[in-house]
């Protein structure tokens, strides 16, 4: 099935460097893959399109120039290449969450072991879990090809939540 796609063709000008460097988090925030300097695809969906004319206003803003293709068909050779580029950014992304949410669980059930967790403690963890949680959420949202990494995550955020919510539980009620 042939993909409808999203070309942002942009030059922003080199000084002051911070500008060029937001419009790039800003394009590597919504999942673009860079076809070349200046110019990244994406699969043209109302979000994407939204996502991109936005940051297309803001290199104009800066005193650049944009470009937003819409409605590109590339060659299947092209499209191929990019959605596979696509899939390992956000696989790259999935195997760091997962490696992360590893870590917070065996930081949890290394401290529950010996003790219980105070208070303050647990809401350091309450924060941990929920920065992991949006970060699985801004990892879903750019992952436009559906990556099977998605559900791996899931699945080990959802012991860690478990985890946290036991603890509270054991804290809150030794102190009624």
């Not at 809401?123 to 941990?128: F, H, Q, S, V």
């Not at 478990?162 to 603890?167: A, H, K, L, M, Q």
Request: proline share 3%.
């Amino acid at each position: 099935m042939a993909i409808t796609w999203l070309l942002l063709i942009d030059m922003v000008p080199s000084e002051p460097s911070r500008k060029r460097g937001y419009i790039w988090r800003e394009i590597k925030k919504v999942g673009a893959v860079y076809l070349r300097d200046g110019v990244c695809a994406l699969p043209e969906r109302a979000e994407t399109t939204t996502a991109l004319r936005q940051i297309a206003a803001r290199v104009e803003e800066f005193g650049g120039e944009a470009t937003l293709g819409e409605a590109a068909h590339l060659d299947p050779k092209r499209e191929e290449a990019l959605t596979a580029a696509s899939r390992m950014a956000r696989a790259g992304e999935y195997h760091e969450l997962a490696r992360e949410g590893e870590g917070f669980l065996a930081h949890v059930r290394r401290e529950t072991e010996p003790r219980e967790f105070t208070f303050a403690e647990l809401e350091e963890l309450e924060e941990d879990l929920a920065k992991r949680t949006r970060w699985t959420d801004q990892v879903r949202t750019r992952d436009y090809f559906d990556g099977a990494e998605a559900e791996q995550v899931a699945a080990l955020l959802a012991p860690c939540e478990g985890n946290w919510r036991r603890s509270w539980r054991r804290r809150h009620a030794r102190t009624k």
